[in-house]
């Protein structure tokens, strides 16, 4: 069999990759329902889930690429004219919906992609070349834009795939012609009808069809609100009040940074004030941490760190740290120490956070790092091993506040 394509049939490069895209479909669509609707309250649910779901996202990458080589193929090769080259309502609704396949064969892991690489944590892609993307900000807007974008494209593939189908069954039952079998392995050469050449597919009607049909999923996906995140509610949060301070804060970050699936995920609460009084001559002070909880943002498990398994951001919307501040022991990884109790999930434990710290003219500049064991805080108790979600979380800290007279 010819590897190129002809007037008559396919070549065989053209059968390969469609049937290995046709059969790469039909494993990721319902493989990606499963997914989606498996529960994730056990340690082993979570495991489950986030296998079918790396298998997934592996499996839509590889077809993104086949797509690409599948479409340059296609426009440098000729195309087998139709057979019914009269019926031009046909032929250009069969051009139209073959379009509209090529294009969601790339959108549709292509969107997929960006959502995967501007979010962190969750069922990681397994290739060797990490898991970001140039130009995809870790963002939770971006994230949510493109998960909604996803399902639209997706929802545009299965229609085209049904209407692709639907025109191969006609030919084969109906017509009863050689149409399907030009694309069969194995299927011979069909002569055409004499007044229909073979032709590149270069019309420009067809694409703007398919391109037009993207256009009008995409409207009505914004009329849905799907590109916001609505699935998910925000837990209901006020937010923290200014507190006077001998130090007033002006710029900082809390993050954590936790580890699932063995890979480490990172967050950030946006919302926590910080009562400090520090006296530079004798390096001790005091300072009282106040955090909303609800303003946790940790990549694609936001959703899930708030509820009542983990943080339980309802019933505990916020946590505090009260410490004194001294000189850190000898052998200590930094000069200075906040030594005090955390209140986490109505759990009061002792934390001493090690942390460096510059003052200039009244500027000071603070960097510390302390690590927390999540089961003492009644974090995760359904899982009890590291398998699915590491015991230890990391807390980083970084602000600048300026002194404030009198």
Same mark, same amino acid.
């Given at each position: 069999?010819?590897?190129?394509?002809?007037?008559?049939?396919?070549?065989?490069?053209?059968?390969?990759?469609?049937?290995?895209?046709?059969?790469?479909?039909?494993?990721?669509?319902?493989?990606?329902?499963?997914?989606?609707?498996?529960?994730?309250?056990?340690?082993?649910?979570?495991?489950?889930?986030?296998?079918? +779901?790396?298998?997934?996202?592996?499996?839509?990458?590889?077809?993104?690429?086949?797509?690409?080589?599948?479409?340059?193929?296609?426009?440098?090769?000729?195309?087998?004219?139709?057979?019914?080259?009269?019926?031009?309502?046909?032929? +250009?609704?069969?051009? !139209?919906?073959?379009?509209?396949?090529?294009?969601?064969?790339?959108?549709?892991?292509?969107?997929?992609?960006?959502?995967?690489?501007?979010?962190? @944590?969750?069922?990681?892609?397994?290739?060797? +070349?990490?898991?970001?993307?140039?130009?995809?900000?870790?963002?939770?807007?971006?994230?949510?834009? +493109?998960?909604?974008?996803?399902?639209?494209?997706?929802?545009?593939?299965?229609?085209?795939?049904?209407?692709?189908?639907?025109?191969?069954?006609?030919?084969?039952?109906?017509?009863?012609?050689?149409?399907?079998?030009? !694309?069969?392995?194995?299927?011979?050469?069909?002569?055409?009808?004499?007044?229909?050449?073979?032709?590149?597919?270069?019309?420009?009607?067809?694409?703007?069809?398919?391109?037009? @049909?993207?256009?009008?999923?995409?409207?009505?996906?914004?009329?849905?609100?799907?590109?916001?995140?609505?699935?998910?509610?925000?837990?209901?949060?006020?937010?923290?009040?200014?507190?006077?301070?001998?130090?007033?804060?002006?710029?900082?970050?809390?993050?954590?940074?936790?580890?699932?699936?063995?890979?480490?995920?990172?967050?950030?609460?946006?919302?926590?004030?910080?009562?400090?009084?520090?006296?530079?001559?004798?390096?001790?002070?005091?300072?009282?941490?106040?955090?909303?909880?609800?303003?946790?943002?940790?990549?694609?498990?936001?959703?899930?760190?708030?509820?009542?398994?983990?943080?339980?951001?309802?019933?505990?919307?916020?946590?505090?740290?009260?410490?004194?501040?001294?000189?850190?022991?000898?052998?200590?990884?930094?000069?200075? !120490?906040?030594?005090?109790?955390?209140?986490?999930?109505?759990?009061?434990?002792?934390?001493?956070?090690?942390?460096?710290?510059?003052?200039?003219?009244?500027?000071?500049? !603070?960097?510390?790092?302390?690590?927390?064991?999540?089961?003492?805080?009644?974090?995760?108790?359904?899982?009890?091993?590291?398998?699915?979600?590491?015991?230890?979380?990391?807390?980083?800290?970084?602000?600048?506040?300026?002194?404030?007279?009198?």
């Amino acid at each position: 069999m010819a590897l190129s394509n002809t007037a008559q049939s396919y070549g065989s490069l053209s059968k390969a990759l469609h049937w290995a895209t046709a059969l790469s479909i039909l494993a990721l669509i319902p493989l990606g329902i499963i997914a989606n609707g498996l529960p994730f309250d056990t340690s082993e649910q979570l495991a489950r889930k986030a296998l079918l +779901f790396s298998v997934h996202k592996t499996l839509g990458v590889t077809v993104f690429f086949l797509a690409l080589v599948r479409i340059a193929w296609m426009i440098r090769q000729p195309k087998p004219a139709p057979l019914h080259p009269e019926r031009r309502l046909e032929t +250009f609704a069969a051009e !139209m919906v073959h379009w509209a396949l090529y294009g969601a064969l790339v959108l549709v892991p292509l969107s997929g992609w960006i959502h995967h690489a501007a979010t962190t @944590g969750f069922a990681p892609i397994w290739w060797p +070349f990490g898991q970001n993307l140039p130009m995809v900000p870790k963002s939770e807007t971006v994230a949510h834009l +493109f998960a909604g974008l996803h399902i639209v494209f997706e929802r545009v593939l299965v229609i085209a795939l049904a209407l692709h189908i639907a025109g191969a069954l006609k030919h084969r039952i109906i017509d009863k012609d050689g149409t399907l079998a030009r !694309m069969l392995p194995g299927g011979g050469a069909v002569a055409p009808a004499p007044t229909a050449p073979s032709h590149r597919a270069t019309h420009i009607l067809p694409p703007l069809g398919a391109i037009a @049909g993207f256009a009008l999923a995409i409207w009505v996906g914004s009329l849905l609100g799907i590109y916001h995140g609505k699935d998910a509610a925000p837990v209901a949060r006020a937010e923290l009040a200014a507190v006077a301070s001998d130090w007033q804060v002006e710029t900082g970050t809390l993050s954590i940074t936790v580890s699932q699936l063995s890979a480490p995920v990172t967050g950030a609460f946006e919302d926590w004030t910080a009562e400090i009084a520090y006296d530079p001559e004798t390096r001790t002070g005091e300072t009282t941490v106040t955090v909303a909880i609800p303003s946790l943002t940790l990549g694609s498990v936001t959703g899930q760190a708030l509820e009542a398994e983990f943080f339980d951001a309802t019933a505990h919307p916020t946590a505090t740290y009260t410490a004194t501040i001294a000189p850190a022991p000898e052998g200590s990884d930094a000069p200075l !120490m906040a030594t005090g109790l955390l209140t986490l999930k109505g759990v009061e434990l002792p934390l001493a956070l090690p942390f460096d710290l510059s003052v200039t003219e009244g500027l000071a500049e !603070m960097t510390g790092r302390a690590t927390v064991q999540r089961l003492d805080f009644g974090i995760g108790p359904s899982y009890p091993d590291e398998a699915s979600v590491g015991f230890a979380v990391e807390i980083d800290v970084t602000l600048t506040a300026r002194r404030q007279e009198g």
